[in-house]
């Protein structure tokens, strides 16, 4: 089954196909109603309209996402007693989006809905009890939420009961586990074949087949990240819970205001195994039809320009390496990065590293100025773990940032020779700004910069954080 914890949800445009909790999944008809209407029909006092509403501030349908403005609406909804809108501001606090984070609010809110009658709030309310987030941590009564939930129709809160209280006495348990995913369309709910299903955790990478499966016969106990993706689609992210469900059902949203058939790139570089020098004239494959082949530069660099977007075989052959073959999607308009390490003798490598560039970041010029600072993928964001964005500063390695704070109480950064870096959200200067009050979970990257080495558009401040998001 899905984690339904993560701060990640996966969302759909169409009907539900996962049970995601802590994040609030839109369905299909809400996404064609008229926010103007919607708005009316709230201030007119009609709580679910508020709701609705709230749920399309927040995925940004019809309107321009604002958290702040979905948490003021699940807040009108709630006060107005539809439990539905308690357990969505919950969420809200749970997750530190649109409002600052608060476990103990979500607590008090989830109460407040379980006593209502909204049964997804009590689960909800069970994994507080059962993670301590917010609440004395009491798997006793994390069990009963879920036996009240599980008996009330949430399915996924009756394999819950197991993973919290432990196997019955005497029942022996299985170390390993065989789980299914299901990859369909949001829209459409028909199955996605070519997609790759990766846990990164295990170094699995799965392509489904014409059903839209992908399994995983022998899957350890525990929550394994999972990485869904496919061409013309949206990268999906979330985890995965073994034991679990036997099958998960995972939609893909399509990728929106882009040519569908725009032409990609694939880059990359061949490395000696275990070392970091390229290794040269390597015959790189794209197995497409027809192929085309290239060889790798001196420093082991390769790319093919002009790429159709779809599933792509990249194959790697030279006299006295054993050859190596991955499988990436090249997605329209975009850039797959690929690392391979090729060796000439018979030791086991480490798995290809297939990285797939934001275009957020590819073109606000992140990668080609890596070099002259500091820098955090979301990968390596979500590595950190970071319960607040100043806490992200521990994975920088080139610069010194020091936290201070000014008289108000407002905190800034300063580097090298005190120097204030000034804060960029998007590329839009926030001066005097809390950069905490974002949740690290909405940055899909983030550069520090100092001295000399600070961009030129920046210019002339002595230091700058750039800030990027995800949408």
Not at 235 to 255: F, H, K, N
Not at 440 to 456: A, I, K, N, S, T
């Amino acid at each position: 089954m899905l984690d339904h914890s993560g701060a990640q949800p996966w969302k759909m445009k169409g009907k539900y196909l996962l049970v995601v909790l802590f994040g609030n999944l839109v369905p299909g008809p809400l996404a064609s109603q008229d926010p103007a209407l919607l708005s009316q029909a709230c201030d007119a006092g009609d709580m679910q309209s508020c709701d609705d509403l709230g749920l399309q501030y927040e995925a940004g349908l019809g309107v321009t996402q604002d958290l702040t403005r979905a948490v003021t609406l699940f807040q009108s909804a709630c006060d107005g007693e539809l439990m539905l809108g308690c357990n969505h501001l919950a969420g809200m606090y749970r997750t530190g989006a649109g409002v600052a984070q608060d476990l103990t609010a979500a607590v008090s809110l989830y109460e407040q809905a379980c006593d209502g009658g909204m049964m997804e709030a009590c689960a909800n309310l069970g994994i507080s009890y059962e993670r301590g987030d917010g609440v004395a941590l009491d798997v006793a009564t994390a069990v009963g939420l879920y036996q009240r939930a599980c008996e009330a129709g949430v399915t996924w809160t009756c394999s819950r009961l197991e993973i919290a209280n432990g196997p019955a006495p005497g029942v022996a348990s299985a170390s390993v586990f065989r789980i299914a995913t299901l990859i369909v369309d949001t829209e459409t709910s028909d199955p996605l074949g070519e997609a790759i299903v990766q846990l990164p955790g295990l170094g699995i990478r799965v392509v489904t087949d014409g059903s839209g499966r992908a399994e995983f016969a022998e899957l350890p106990t525990g929550r394994h990240p999972i990485v869904v993706e496919r061409a013309g689609y949206q990268v999906m992210e979330g985890y995965l819970l073994a034991p679990g469900v036997s099958e998960v059902t995972v939609p893909l949203e399509r990728i929106t205001l882009i040519d569908v058939q725009a032409r990609g790139r694939v880059i990359g570089r061949v490395l000696e195994g275990g070392r970091e020098y390229g290794v040269s004239d390597v015959d790189v494959t794209a197995l497409t039809s027809p192929p085309i082949s290239t060889l790798s530069d001196p420093q082991g660099r390769f790319s093919f320009n002009d790429m159709e977007p779809g599933l792509v075989e990249v194959q790697f052959q030279r006299l006295g390496y054993a050859a190596r073959t991955t499988t990436v999607i090249v997605q329209p308009g975009g850039t797959v990065e690929i690392v391979a390490a090729m060796s000439a003798q018979p030791i086991e490598l480490e798995p290809i590293a297939v990285v797939v560039r934001s275009r957020r970041l590819e073109r606000n010029g992140f990668y080609e100025r890596g070099h002259l600072g500091d820098q955090l993928t979301r990968s390596e964001i979500v590595e950190l773990s970071p319960i607040v964005v100043s806490s992200l500063f521990r994975g920088l390695f080139r610069t010194s940032v020091t936290i201070r704070q000014r008289l108000d109480g407002t905190p800034y950064l300063t580097g090298r020779r005190d120097c204030e870096l000034r804060i960029y959200l998007d590329d839009f200067p926030m001066d005097d700004w809390d950069f905490d009050t974002i949740s690290p979970d909405w940055l899909e990257g983030m550069e520090v910069y100092q001295g000399m080495f600070v961009p030129p558009q920046y210019f002339p401040d002595c230091g700058v954080l750039l800030l990027w998001t995800k949408l």
